[in-house]
């Protein structure tokens, strides 16, 4: 039924498991894999200062922008993770978009600003990556309002039971993949994943849930930078994780490959076909 939508492909010759898991559990929240992640930066900050050197200070380069660059690698290396349920199928999204999370100032009350990027690993270099993010991220930091909290604006105008009804009815098409692209583009819970960096604030990783609305099966939340008993730097990332996309070991590979290119962080440098080359011949996830 209605095997078609605007933003992804249905995924075929899958497992009669795979198939069917959907049905065995139908919510994103019943479908929860949690693993938490230690990556040594060590490596990275180095990379970081000489990179930094050669920038202006209000456009550093810095661990969470490694982040996104290595984890924006993963789902063109790694078609299987940049997946989603909806309507008890399982769907191949087109494109690698990410929702990240910052303050619009680094105090306590300022209020949270979340942007969606589309991001494009095949093509641009690390530091467009970067100028990219912080050309999107610096209007709203100036008060402009995304596409998102112009929409949310809008509809908190209305009443609540008004409100609860367009949600239901927006639901109820996204379901047979009738919402239109306008706003599965601008609607950050269409993502491949949504990312937090709760080490600018310093504090450490958590576990967050995944929304029902939406096709975001993947949030990830950084943590601070912490010395070890060994007197080398790391942080720990924690991932929710929706098992219904793809199996433990090929996910478990593909997050895997998210902290080796951290950890030498010269990877994050080379294209992704460069990146499959290498991948092909055992020498990098």
Same mark, same amino acid.
């Given at each position: 039924? %209605?095997p078609?939508?605007?933003d992804?492909?249905p995924?075929?010759?899958l497992?009669?498991m795979?198939? %069917? &898991?959907p %049905?065995?559990s139908p919510?994103r929240n019943? @479908?929860?894999f949690?693993m &938490?992640?230690e990556?040594?930066? +060590?490596a990275?900050?180095e990379?970081l200062?000489?990179k930094?050197?050669?920038?202006?200070p209000e456009?550093?380069?810095?661990?969470?922008?490694l982040?996104?660059? @290595?984890?924006s690698?993963? %789902?063109?290396l790694?078609p299987?993770?940049?997946r989603?349920?909806?309507?008890?199928r399982l769907?191949?999204r087109?494109?690698v #978009?990410?929702t990240?999370?910052a303050?619009?100032k680094?105090?306590?009350?300022?209020?949270m $600003?979340?942007?969606?990027?589309r991001?494009?690993?095949e093509?641009?270099? $690390?530091?467009?990556? =970067?100028d990219? =993010?912080m050309?999107t991220l610096r209007p709203?930091?100036a008060?402009k309002q995304?596409q998102?909290d112009?929409e &949310?604006?809008l509809?908190l105008k209305?009443p609540?039971?008004v409100?609860q009804?367009? $949600?239901?009815?927006?639901? /109820?098409l +996204?379901?047979?993949?009738l919402l239109?692209?306008?706003?599965?583009?601008? +609607?950050?819970?269409?993502s491949?994943a /949504?990312?937090?960096?709760?080490?600018s604030? +310093?504090y450490?990783?958590?576990?967050?849930?995944?929304?029902e609305?939406?096709?975001? @099966?993947?949030f990830g939340?950084? !943590?601070?930078?912490e010395?070890?008993?060994?007197g080398k730097?790391?942080?720990?990332?924690?991932?929710t994780?929706?098992?219904?996309i793809?199996? !433990?070991l090929y996910? #478990?590979?593909? $997050? *895997?490959?998210?902290r080796?290119?951290i950890?030498?962080?010269?990877?994050l440098e080379?294209s992704?076909d *460069?990146?499959?080359r290498?991948a092909?011949?055992g020498?990098v996830?």
């Open positions: 039924m %209605f078609w939508r605007n992804a492909k995924v075929k010759d497992s009669a795979r198939r %069917f &898991m %049905f065995i919510r019943d @479908s929860l949690l &938490m992640q990556i040594q930066v +060590d990275a900050l990379y200062e000489k930094n050197r050669e920038r202006p456009q550093r380069l810095t661990l969470f922008h982040f996104l660059r @290595s984890i690698q993963v %789902f063109v790694r299987g993770v940049n989603f349920v909806k309507a008890g769907w191949q087109e494109g #978009y990410l990240f999370s303050k619009r680094i105090e306590d009350g300022s209020p $600003l979340t942007i969606k990027r991001f494009h690993p093509s641009e270099s $690390l530091e467009e990556m =970067v990219g =993010v050309g709203q930091r008060g995304t998102s112009k &949310m604006s509809l209305l609540n039971l409100i009804l367009l $949600l239901k009815a927006a639901d /109820f +996204d379901y047979f993949g239109p692209k306008a706003i599965t583009e601008s +609607d950050p819970l269409y491949s /949504f990312i937090a960096n709760l080490g604030i +310093d450490p990783a958590g576990f967050h849930h995944l929304w609305r939406g096709t975001c @099966s993947i939340v950084m !943590g601070r930078v010395e070890r008993p060994d730097r790391s942080m720990q990332v924690a991932y994780y929706d098992e219904r793809e199996d !433990g996910s #478990y590979h593909s $997050l *895997e490959g998210v080796e290119r950890e030498d962080p010269e990877l080379l992704t *460069e990146l499959a290498r092909s011949d020498s996830r």
